[in-house]
């Protein structure tokens, strides 16, 4: 029997980092997270349009920094597709109806077409629900070509993505489809052996 105490999230402001980063995270891992959500910030403000109000320039970072830092969190050994998707079908629907908020706010706050919000919901539930099935040797290879043809259905049919938003179906399909298959092939394939061991086989 395994007596070793169960490991405990951070409270606060750090148990909230601790749940994007994985709680195995490392401090570099935190600071390519940290970097990269920060960066997304940064890119959402350049893009954005000179007629965006304070509200949609507002929201726009912040799904900017959710996308992007979730991006970067899934990929990494410490994520993976287990914590990124779930590990029953339940929890798969779960993450899917949490992440309905990203096309509809796109739809109903910057004017994006309803079918265009729809095309990219459903193609990343479709994506999300399927993957798990996939073999692992074979998972990266699905996802990579599901997401290049959600990509181009995104944005090319329905009018394509709204002005400033251009940058949305590629964040939101890599966080939610690539990422985490991607992550679970890192942490699968575990640290690699060391130069020594790898010297000795050579060796012996």
Known sequence: MNNSPARRLPVGLVGAWALLTGPTGNPVH??????????????????????WTSWQLLLAVVLA???????????????????????TTSARLLVIGAHVVHPALAVLLFSARWEWGLLLFLTMAGAVLLLPRVPADLAVAVALAATTIALTLASTAFGGPPDGL????????LKLVVAGVVGRGAAD???????????????G
Request: charged fraction near 15%.
């Open 30 to 51: 935190s600071m390519v997270v940290a970097g990269c959500a920060l960066g997304g910030g940064v890119g959402a403000l350049l893009l954005a349009p000179p007629d």
């Open 65 to 87: 920094v959710d996308l992007i830092g979730g991006l970067a969190a899934g990929a990494l050994a410490s994520g993976g597709s287990d914590r990124r998707w779930g590990r």
């Open 166 to 173: 251009t940058w949305v179906a590629v964040a939101y399909l």
């Open 189 to 203: 394939a575990g640290p690699g052996p060391s130069a020594g061991s790898r010297r000795k086989s050579a060796v």
